[in-house]
């Protein structure tokens, strides 16, 4: 059995030191006087959110809006694209499954009540329930 050297004054690291010796264990730094060569990092791209497959004419973004500015700001981008005879419109309103707040309900229920002659249905987008896809009908005014 290889007698492993004593290094310290420490009674405890030479205590772990002959148990090493004991059964069979070899300290890997002694005697090695390069350091390892170290495998470079593989750097992985970050994961990108799938897009939706859905073709959108145009979107408006809602962060930072409170409730009623995001009425009007949706009211505004829903005549404009009914106007530009868009077919979908992606609403930015942000949130995460079953934590929503205050302007992804003003955006359900300004859809719903107030622009129920213009828009064909909605829907969140898929992938992302931060935003809504609004389809209008073609033809409205």
């Given amino acids: 059995m290889r007698k492993l050297p004593l290094r310290s004054d420490d009674p405890v690291e030479n205590e772990q030191l002959a148990w090493m010796a004991r059964n069979a264990m070899v300290d890997k730094d002694i005697g090695r006087d390069e350091?390892?060569?170290?495998?470079?990092?593989?750097?992985?791209?970050?994961?990108?959110?799938p897009t939706s497959?859905?073709?959108?004419d145009g979107e408006v973004d809602l962060h930072g809006c409170t409730?009623?500015?995001a009425a009007f700001r949706l009211g505004e981008a829903i005549d404009?694209?009914?106007?530009?005879?868009?077919?979908?419109?992606?609403?930015?309103?942000?949130?995460?499954?079953?934590?929503?707040?205050?302007?992804?309900?003003a955006v359900s229920?300004?859809?719903?009540?107030?622009?129920?002659h213009q828009v064909e249905s909605s829907?969140?987008?898929?992938?992302?329930s931060g935003a809504t896809l609004v389809f209008l009908k073609q033809g409205a005014r």
Wanted: some cysteine; glycine content about 8%; overall charge positive.
């Fill in 35 to 49: 350091t390892p060569a170290r495998r470079p990092v593989r750097r992985e791209e970050p994961r990108k959110r």
């Fill in 53 to 56: 497959l859905i073709p959108v």
């Fill in 67 to 69: 409730a009623d500015e």
């Fill in 80 to 105: 404009l694209a009914v106007s530009q005879k868009w077919k979908c419109l992606r609403v930015i309103h942000g949130g995460s499954p079953g934590r929503y707040g205050p302007v992804q309900s």
């Fill in 109 to 116: 229920r300004m859809i719903a009540q107030n622009h129920r």
């Fill in 123 to 128: 829907r969140f987008e898929p992938g992302n």
